[in-house]
């Protein structure tokens, strides 16, 4: 499986909680055309404009990527990740929770002002997409994370793109049908979600240890760059 197949499934698996998180927003904004193709359109838009932010910010990510992999850090970024990933998910079996820091309420204010005025002058579910796409969530972070560790900015790019093709399914069908999928089976993949964290952060640290195990943990070349299967 590559990197683009696993930020997939993070965005297929991680679109149940962002129905939880993102949904009531895509729900407020109206269609005001009640014909059911023209409501498929607008919400296809809005969730367009969310994963035309994801590859942005992957693209973004990915310069700072870049420059760990020329400067050959990228083995450790790699063990960083998969522990952050593996801490994220202990911290959710334990059920500990933390609280919004001032800088994160600082950055949540002006995005959340700006999704506020372009829902008062209808400036359309694209643009409205466009702009959650940069409000912060843990599994864009958790995603982020993964595509620092692509080898070019346009690889980021790709693996961001790839996570938000996963979302897209289910938050088409949940915004379309407001909400179709009920608390109790949203409640049962969230359950499952830090395992599967998990179990990513450990693929993260075996690839970054360079083990020579062939797809889990290459082992690292002399240029200091790991192969990628």
Avoid: E
């Amino acid at each position: 499986m590559n990197s683009n197949q696993i930020a997939f499934f993070i965005g297929l698996f991680g679109s149940v909680h962002c129905i939880g998180m993102c949904g009531p927003l895509a729900f407020a904004i109206p269609s005001f055309d009640a014909r059911w193709w023209r409501i498929i359109i607008d919400k296809t838009t809005y969730n367009a404009g969310r994963v035309m932010s994801y590859s942005l910010l992957g693209l973004l990510i990915g310069l700072l990527g870049r420059q760990l992999w020329l400067a050959g850090l990228q083995q450790g970024v790699s063990v960083i990740s998969g522990l952050l990933i593996i801490g994220a998910g202990f911290s959710r079996l334990i059920k500990v929770k933390f609280s919004k820091s001032r800088m994160m309420s600082g950055f949540l204010a002006p995005v959340n002002r700006l999704i506020s005025y372009a829902l008062k002058h209808k400036a359309g579910h694209f643009v409205v997409g466009i702009l959650n796409g940069f409000l912060p969530c843990g599994f864009v972070y958790l995603a982020l994370i993964g595509a620092v560790n692509t080898s070019s900015p346009y690889a980021s790019a790709s693996y961001m793109l790839w996570f938000g093709l996963g979302t897209f399914p289910l938050m088409l069908l949940a915004t379309v049908g407001s909400g179709f999928i009920g608390p109790l089976f949203r409640r049962r993949i969230n359950s499952v979600m830090p395992y599967l964290m998990v179990c990513l952060g450990c693929w993260f640290v075996l690839r970054g240890l360079g083990m020579n195990i062939p797809y889990l943990s290459p082992a690292k070349q002399a240029s200091g760059i790991t192969s990628c299967h």
